[in-house]
């Protein structure tokens, strides 16, 4: 009984299609590789748009049965879900990288200097960089992971930031790497994968009637946990938030131009009431 996976392209997707792979045994599949709209946007070089982008493309093609599951990022799946779709999200082995990595050019490191050049793509990145690491010279950096570790080591920048978990993946992306671990609250979802799949769908009841499905149900709670604040909140990907909980825990940061506030909390109505009262949707859209 074959399969048809639904990805992007990158070497990165390739390989979260590959875990999925092996973390659910799959024997046949066949991979249908969709270019999608925030792949569109990230060639142009823009940066600026809802990380749904790279998702609802894909959600299109599982909607209209051309595919049977999708593998994401779970950090690209947005809080509203997409109705008719269900998913599940996942790690191998039940391990979970969520930190960030601040990667030194060779010529540099392993201590970063404020007038380092810093580069990043995401707003949330930028303003940790600013608030915790005191950050003087940022840089806007797009592209998938092989590109923007291309930049570093071609010197446009002194160092830059991506996720671990990505790395994790592409080991070898970081062979005779300077790098440090950024100790910053990450975003919903990092570390994680997501596999999508439309109601009914008979592969759909075989993931859920897997071990792994047991062994992730945790991880489930905690994310779908921290996406109904950022729904309630009314975030997107470009939001300006850190975000992550572990048994039955909330916290997070949000960031404006000039400050930022810290949350923690157990109950999603609570926490709301509280960012409210601090002045955390202000913060959100300082950047409106």
Same mark, same amino acid.
């Given at each position: 009984?074959?399969?048809?996976?639904a990805s992007?392209?990158?070497?990165?997707?390739?390989?979260?299609?590959?875990?999925?792979?092996?973390?659910?045994?799959?024997?046949?599949?066949?991979?249908?590789?969709?270019?999608?709209?925030? /792949?569109?946007?990230?060639?142009?070089?823009?940066?600026? *748009?809802?990380?749904?982008?790279?998702?609802? /493309?894909?959600? /299109?093609?599982?909607?209209?049965?051309?595919?049977?599951?999708?593998?994401?990022?779970?950090? /690209?799946?947005?809080?509203?879900?997409t109705i008719?779709l269900k998913?599940?999200?996942?790690?191998?082995?039940?391990?979970? *990288?969520?930190?960030?990595?601040?990667? *030194?050019?060779?010529?540099?490191?392993? *201590?970063?200097?404020?007038?380092?050049?810093?580069?990043?793509?995401?707003?949330?990145?930028?303003?940790?960089?600013?608030?915790?690491?005191?950050?003087?010279?940022?840089?806007?950096?797009?592209?998938?992971?092989?590109?923007?570790?291309?930049?570093?080591?071609?010197?446009?920048?002194?160092?830059?930031?991506?996720?671990?978990?990505?790395?994790?993946?592409?080991?070898?992306?970081?062979?005779?790497?300077?790098?440090?671990?950024?100790?910053?609250?990450?975003?919903?979802?990092?570390?994680?994968?997501?596999?999508?799949?439309?109601?009914?769908?008979?592969?759909?009841?075989?993931?859920?009637?897997?071990?792994?499905?047991?062994?992730?149900?945790?991880?489930?709670?905690?994310?779908?946990?921290?996406?109904?604040?950022?729904?309630?909140?009314?975030?997107?990907?470009?939001?300006?938030?850190?975000?992550?909980?572990?048994?039955?825990?909330?916290?997070?940061?949000?960031?404006?131009?000039?400050?930022?506030?810290?949350?923690?909390?157990?109950?999603?109505?609570?926490?709301?009431?509280?960012?409210?009262?601090?002045?955390?949707?202000?913060?959100?859209?300082?950047?409106?």
């Amino acid at each position: 009984m074959t399969i048809k996976i639904a990805s992007r392209s990158s070497n990165l997707a390739i390989a979260q299609v590959e875990e999925f792979i092996k973390t659910f045994s799959i024997k046949e599949f066949e991979l249908i590789n969709i270019r999608t709209q925030g /792949d569109i946007m990230s060639a142009k070089g823009e940066i600026l *748009f809802d990380k749904a982008h790279f998702v609802s /493309d894909i959600e /299109d093609s599982l909607l209209n049965g051309s595919v049977d599951v999708a593998i994401h990022s779970a950090k /690209d799946m947005p809080a509203k879900k997409t109705i008719g779709l269900k998913h599940l999200y996942f790690t191998k082995e039940n391990k979970r *990288f969520v930190s960030d990595l601040l990667i *030194f050019n060779n010529d540099q490191g392993p *201590f970063f200097k404020s007038n380092m050049k810093l580069g990043t793509s995401s707003l949330r990145r930028r303003l940790q960089a600013k608030f915790h690491l005191n950050a003087k010279n940022i840089s806007s950096l797009n592209g998938n992971i092989d590109t923007r570790i291309k930049k570093l080591d071609d010197g446009e920048y002194d160092c830059i930031i991506l996720a671990e978990a990505g790395l994790k993946r592409l080991e070898h992306l970081l062979e005779g790497k300077n790098f440090a671990r950024l100790n910053h609250i990450s975003c919903s979802g990092q570390g994680a994968l997501a596999v999508q799949w439309k109601e009914n769908n008979k592969f759909g009841d075989l993931i859920m009637s897997s071990d792994i499905a047991s062994l992730s149900a945790e991880l489930n709670t905690n994310i779908e946990m921290e996406k109904s604040l950022l729904k309630k909140l009314k975030t997107n990907c470009n939001s300006a938030i850190s975000i992550e909980s572990a048994r039955g825990q909330i916290k997070g940061e949000i960031y404006g131009i000039d400050k930022f506030i810290t949350f923690k909390g157990s109950k999603i109505e609570t926490l709301y009431k509280e960012i409210i009262d601090m002045g955390g949707l202000e913060l959100l859209n300082d950047h409106n």
